[in-house]
Nanobody, 128 residues
Framework: QVHVVESGGGLVQAGGSLRLSCAASVRSFSSYSMGWFRQAPGKEREFVAAISWSGGRTYSTDSVKGRSTISRDNAKNMVYLELTSLKPEDSAVYYC?????????????????????WGQGTQVTVSS
């Protein structure tokens, strides 16, 4: 059974940075593509960034382009999302998600329904 657990959220001032971490408990982590999604109060869950199983493909949503870096360490079963120049509109619960055997094109990796394993989320609050 696969589990993912997020950490690293918190309260940060606008303009600041955060690094979110996601720990995956799975035997063959290197075969899983990983995604980060977020959900703000009253809004639908949305795609933030994703990284393919090998780390060779990464995607991010336009609103965080240039301000985000997604990376993974397959030896540690970890995936990271670094966010810089944070804005109040980045405030949300951030979720890590995992999917095995996922196509590595943007359409597949950015789709919520592509991911079958989800964490509980970590809250990010950006104060103005």
């Amino acid at each position: 059974q696969v589990h993912v657990v997020e950490s690293g959220g918190g309260l940060v001032q606008a303009g600041g940075s955060l690094r979110l971490s996601c720990a995956a408990s799975v035997r063959s982590f290197s075969s899983y593509s990983m995604g980060w999604f977020r959900q703000a109060p009253g809004k639908e869950r949305e795609f933030v960034a994703a990284i393919s199983w090998s780390g060779g493909r990464t995607y991010s949503t336009d609103s965080v382009k240039g301000r985000s870096t997604i990376s993974r360490d397959n030896a540690k079963n970890m995936v990271y999302l670094e966010l810089t120049s944070l804005k109040p509109e980045d405030s949300a619960v951030y979720y890590c998600a995992a999917s095995a055997g996922l196509r590595t094109d943007h359409e597949a990796m950015s789709a919520i329904h592509s991911y079958g394993v989800w964490g509980q989320g970590t809250q990010v609050t950006v104060s103005s």
